[in-house]
Structures are given as structure tokens and as C-alpha cells.
């Protein structure tokens, strides 16, 4: 597929940075806390679905002490409904008890530090500290991916390559960048159906068949 072109690139990013300036994560949560867990239990399913499970969960379990010494069986009854519950579930009191021996119960905002923590990679990182440090960073989920594709703001055929090539070319406000493609590629440039005729972004589409999934 056809990469934008510099000035191609420069409309894209004026155009997500006007009308997604506010843009936030869908998820909700209280606290650096809340958001790690939301974001771990967002990886394959919908924020949507995790925003059912997590009231539960949070009551049982309002704090990272309180998750290190959860009962794994009650954990993963709380996240049934959720994807891949049974590695979630203990992936999150792992990354509970880590924090809590490791790092004082108080979980760290450094990349590298994140990711020694069980069930966090370098996407999860930085949707975490994209949402609540505000930090130019990029992370690439499935609508990220897309919308770069369909865009020609990448060929790459992995979300770390994207996610490379993303950086280098918007360079900055990429916090701002992540959420506005997030929410872009989920209500507008969505993988079946996407609001083509719509779309503000048209003139820059490189896809020949955009009603089709990237």
C-alpha cells in the first residue's frame, strides 16, 4: 500500500490533534492503580466489557495490597466474563505482589519498570503512562494499526514496527495521537463498515477497499 506523503502526514496529525484534543481512554477508573488493571484486562476484549467488570472487582479488591493477597479463585470469578480470565487473573495478583515487594505498593511510571511486571508489555506500559503521565509515547492496538494502515502511515507488518514508525513520524503530542487513533479507528475507520463518506480524512485514504479490515 502507498505511504502518505510528508504533507499527507502533517494534515493527518493537524486533523487528530483539532478534533481529538481531549480525547481519553474509554476506560474508568479511579487511580494509577484502577487504570493498570483496566488496561491489563482490556488486552482482546472491549473497554466496555471491562468497564462491567471492574466495579465488582474494585470492591473486593480497592487496592494493590488488597489484590497481592486475593484469593486467585475469587479473582477469577469476578473476571469470568472477561477474554482469557484464567491468565488475566493471574497475571494480576502477580503484578500485585511484585509491586507491593518490589516496588513498596506503589506502582512505578518508568517503562522499564512496568514490564518486569507479570502480564505487562511495552503496549500496556504505555497506555498506562500515555493516559496517566501524559507521556510522548505511541502505543498500537488493533484500531491504532488499522487506521495507520489504511492512512499509509505504515506497512509495517507488526504493532512494535508500527508503533516505530508512528514515533518518528509524528515525533510529537503522541499521547494526544494514541487516543485520537484509538477512538478514530473504533466510531469512524471501524474494521467492517467504516463511515467512509463521512470521513474528513478521505482524501488521504491509501486503502482501495476500505469497508474491508486492515
Same mark, same amino acid.
Given at each position: 500500500?502507498?505511504?502518505?506523503?510528508?504533507?499527507? =502526514?502533517?494534515?493527518?496529525?493537524?486533523?487528530?490533534?483539532?478534533? *481529538?484534543?481531549?480525547?481519553?481512554?474509554?476506560?474508568?477508573?479511579?487511580?494509577?492503580?484502577?487504570?493498570?488493571?483496566?488496561?491489563?484486562?482490556?488486552? &482482546?476484549?472491549?473497554?466496555?466489557?471491562? +468497564?462491567?467488570?471492574?466495579?465488582?472487582?474494585?470492591?473486593?479488591?480497592?487496592?494493590? &495490597?488488597?489484590?497481592?493477597?486475593?484469593?486467585?479463585?475469587?479473582?477469577?470469578?469476578?473476571?469470568?466474563?472477561?477474554?482469557?480470565?484464567?491468565?488475566?487473573? !493471574?497475571?494480576?495478583?502477580?503484578?500485585? &505482589?511484585?509491586?507491593?515487594? /518490589?516496588?513498596?505498593?506503589?506502582?512505578?511510571?518508568?517503562?522499564? !519498570?512496568?514490564?518486569?511486571?507479570?502480564?505487562?508489555? !511495552?503496549?500496556?506500559?504505555? =497506555?498506562?503512562?500515555?493516559?496517566?503521565?501524559?507521556?510522548?509515547?505511541?502505543?498500537?492496538? /488493533?484500531?491504532?494499526?488499522?487506521?495507520?494502515?489504511?492512512?499509509?502511515?505504515?506497512?509495517?507488518?507488526?504493532?512494535?514496527? /508500527?508503533?516505530?514508525?508512528?514515533?518518528?513520524?509524528?515525533? +510529537?503530542?503522541?499521547?494526544?495521537?494514541?487516543?485520537?487513533?484509538?477512538?478514530?479507528?473504533? *466510531?469512524?475507520?471501524?474494521?467492517?463498515?467504516?463511515?467512509?463518506?463521512?470521513?474528513?480524512? !478521505?482524501? *488521504?485514504?491509501?486503502?482501495?477497499?476500505?469497508?474491508?479490515?486492515?
Amino acid at each position: 500500500m502507498k505511504k502518505a506523503a510528508a504533507k499527507e =502526514v502533517q494534515a493527518i496529525k493537524a486533523f487528530f490533534l483539532e478534533h *481529538y484534543a481531549q480525547a481519553v481512554t474509554e476506560l474508568r477508573y479511579h487511580s494509577l492503580y484502577e487504570l493498570l488493571v483496566c488496561v491489563m484486562l482490556s488486552a &482482546q476484549c472491549t473497554d466496555k466489557r471491562v +468497564n462491567i467488570i471492574t466495579p465488582e472487582l474494585f470492591k473486593h479488591y480497592p487496592d494493590v &495490597q488488597a489484590l497481592a493477597s486475593a484469593d486467585l479463585e475469587n479473582v477469577k470469578a469476578l473476571i469470568r466474563s472477561c477474554s482469557f480470565f484464567n491468565n488475566k487473573a !493471574q497475571n494480576l495478583v502477580k503484578m500485585a &505482589q511484585t509491586v507491593v515487594q /518490589t516496588y513498596g505498593g506503589e506502582i512505578p511510571l518508568d517503562e522499564t !519498570q512496568l514490564i518486569t511486571l507479570a502480564g505487562v508489555g !511495552q503496549k500496556t506500559a504505555h =497506555v498506562v503512562m500515555i493516559e496517566y503521565a501524559k507521556a510522548n509515547l505511541m502505543a498500537v492496538d /488493533t484500531h491504532v494499526f488499522r487506521v495507520a494502515h489504511r492512512l499509509g502511515l505504515s506497512n509495517a507488518k507488526t504493532a512494535v514496527k /508500527t508503533e516505530e514508525e508512528l514515533t518518528k513520524l509524528f515525533k +510529537n503530542d503522541l499521547d494526544t495521537l494514541h487516543q485520537a487513533m484509538v477512538l478514530f479507528g473504533r *466510531y469512524h475507520c471501524k474494521a467492517i463498515k467504516p463511515l467512509c463518506d463521512t470521513c474528513l480524512l !478521505q482524501p *488521504y485514504c491509501k486503502s482501495k477497499d476500505g469497508f474491508k479490515a486492515v
